[in-house]
């Protein structure tokens, strides 16, 4: 899986948009963008992903460099319970039912202010 | 939405022990996993399974075992639970590749105190 770069720690003010931005600069052709985010003594949260193409669910936008060798996930609207810590990862999607584990970096702490 | 439920979020166990932590999932996902999270270390793979009855060890199989009767429940056993097994465990599921890549789900995570 390529590495993945990112600033430990970012603040947002409540009702801003959050940018958290994630380097890949070695990720293959084959392999995903995906985010996940942990709250403090939680479980990690699936976000959202992509391969090339800019993503928007319900919870947030991935936009993808066309040269794929960075992101940033946008929260439009944070509020004070998306303070957590934000796991960019890049890894290859399986083609078989085989299992593998997921390593997380050490992420961004993103904190959003009243 | 995807739910993977653990049983139990807070237990204190004793030294020597048999503590038995249940997951289920309610996607109908064939792979399951059992993590344990500590500071500093991150995530790590104890077990995991890609089907009914099978199972793989991960990086730090050692002192656990696990059990995967239904495709939806996937147990994680401390035969003798020890202080070094203090930890916050997450379960995790994701269905095999389809055509978008393979999202994994937690659950809430189980924190495990030995004394």
């Known amino acids: 899986d390529a590495k993945t770069t990112q600033p430990p720690s970012m603040d947002c003010a409540e009702g801003r948009a959050a940018n958290l931005p994630c380097n890949h600069s070695t990720i293959s052709g084959n392999e995903y963008v995906y985010w996940y985010r942990q709250i403090h003594s939680q479980g990690p949260q699936y976000i959202i992903h992509g391969l090339k193409n800019n993503e928007t669910n319900e919870m947030a936008s991935l936009i993808i460099t066309e040269d794929r060798k960075s992101s940033t996930l946008i929260l439009p609207h944070a509020t004070l319970r998306d303070t957590a810590v934000y796991y960019c990862i890049v890894r290859v999607a399986l083609q078989s039912g085989s299992a593998r584990q997921l390593t997380f970096g050490s992420g961004t702490q993103l904190t959003v202010l009243p | 939405d995807v739910k993977v439920t653990q049983s139990s979020r807070y237990l204190v166990k004793r030294t020597g022990e048999k503590v038995f932590l249940e997951c289920v999932q309610d996607?109908?996902?064939?792979?399951m996993f059992w993590y344990r999270q500590d500071p500093g270390l991150g995530l790590r793979l104890i077990y995991f399974?890609?089907?009914?009855?099978?199972?793989e060890k991960g990086d730090i199989p050692e002192g656990y075992s696990v059990s995967r009767e239904k495709k939806e429940r996937f147990s994680l056993i401390l035969e003798s639970a020890s202080t070094n097994q203090t930890s916050m465990y997450l379960c995790a599921s994701k269905a095999s590749v389809r055509d978008s890549g393979d999202t994994i789900y937690f659950g809430e995570g189980s924190w495990l105190t030995v004394v």
């Open positions: 996607m109908d996902h064939e792979n």
């Open positions: 399974s890609y089907d009914v009855k099978m199972k």
